[in-house]
């Protein structure tokens, strides 16, 4: 669904839903800030299928046991509807959202324990063709809600469209999933080398799913660190690894998340160790960002992904 209701009814008014405001509050002023402490992390991969969402959710739950808010942007259209697999339903859809009919912030779903879900999917076309003066509307509908988390885990879609649009582009660290499988790697040094070409201040962070033990996870990031060393200018950090553990599918299966259904399973603990380091790390410093330039450089980079 797009936004092209807003041309018949009350623009104004729509902008002002879709940003959550009421009539009597002052418009948000065009610069996005995501507050000192806020930690906005996006959760991505060069190729679908590697265990993103399940990253995701593992982590929050990590996090959320440690006593963190956060919430989940589930940002990655269609296939992997995170309050699905949580067992919860999400009376509301990003698409009512655009139409201005419910304002982003009533869609959020408590899940409970200190997890929420923001059911934010949108694909990139979506995003397109939305005005400048609505991608900045949604941006600080979203940045409204800060003050209540800590953290902010978006699941992107694969590929680098889904890291430069929408949610995603207020992350200035990226979490990138890979599996022992080749074609995962190549992938993903792809993905870091087109991120890092658009902006050298993205952190990057290698998650090795799926692995056999830690030795192999090791290896693997010691490989593509080689690499990007030599070829890319960025930073380029390990963040652990996970085992390849049934019990995770098992917990897909029972719509729960890994680490609060079998908080002992070999999985589990690779997504506590994870959660503590990340919790341990000082935030990369995320810059005040002018709403407009922000809409109209992500203009220029829909252009080109889409040539
Ligand atoms: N560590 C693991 N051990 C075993 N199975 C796993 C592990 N991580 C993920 N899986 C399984 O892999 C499958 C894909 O996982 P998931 O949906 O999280 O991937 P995704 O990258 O988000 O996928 P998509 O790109 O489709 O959104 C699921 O069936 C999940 O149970």
New binding site residues.
């Given amino acids: 669904m797009t936004m092209s209701c807003l041309a018949t009814t009350d623009q104004a008014e729509s902008l002002r839903r879709l940003a959550g405001r009421t009539k009597s509050e002052a418009p948000a002023p065009d610069l996005l800030q995501v507050r000192e402490g806020l930690r906005v992390i996006s959760v991505s991969?060069g190729k679908?299928?590697?265990?993103?969402?399940?990253?995701v959710v593992n982590l929050a739950a990590s996090l959320a046991a440690a006593g963190e808010r956060v919430l989940i942007v589930d940002s990655?259209p269609g296939?992997?509807d995170i309050c699905l697999r949580l067992g919860k339903d999400a009376p509301y859809r990003m698409g009512q959202v655009l139409a201005g009919e419910i304002a982003l912030k009533d869609t959020v779903v408590d899940i409970g324990g200190g997890i929420s879900v923001l059911p934010a999917g949108m694909d990139v076309q979506q995003y397109s063709s939305l005005s400048p003066r609505e991608r900045s509307a949604l941006l600080q509908a979203m940045l409204r809600l800060q003050n209540d988390y800590d953290y902010f885990l978006i699941?992107t879609?694969?590929g680098i469209a889904a890291n430069l649009t929408g949610f995603a582009s207020l992350a200035r660290e990226i979490m990138l999933?890979v599996t022992p499988e080749p074609t995962s790697i190549t992938d993903a040094y792809a993905l870091i080398k087109m991120l890092s070409g658009r902006d050298n201040s993205f952190r990057f962070r290698l998650l090795i799913?799926?692995c056999r033990d830690n030795q192999e996870g090791d290896t693997l990031f010691s490989k593509l660190s080689a690499i990007t060393g030599r070829f890319l200018q960025v930073q380029f950090d390990h963040a652990g690894s996970?085992?390849?553990?049934?019990l995770?599918?098992e917990s897909?299966r029972r719509r729960g998340a890994l680490c609060r259904l079998f908080p002992e399973a070999k999985?589990s603990t690779g997504f506590k160790i994870l959660a503590q380091k990340i919790n341990k790390e000082t935030p990369a410093v995320a810059e005040a960002m002018s709403a407009a330039s922000m809409a109209s450089s992500t203009m220029w980079r829909n252009h080109e992904l889409s040539s």
């Avoid at 996970?242 to 049934?246: M, S």
């Fill in positions: 991969s679908g299928g590697v265990g993103k969402t399940s990253v990655n296939v992997g699941d879609g694969a999933v799913n799926m996970i085992l390849h553990d049934e995770l599918v897909v999985a």
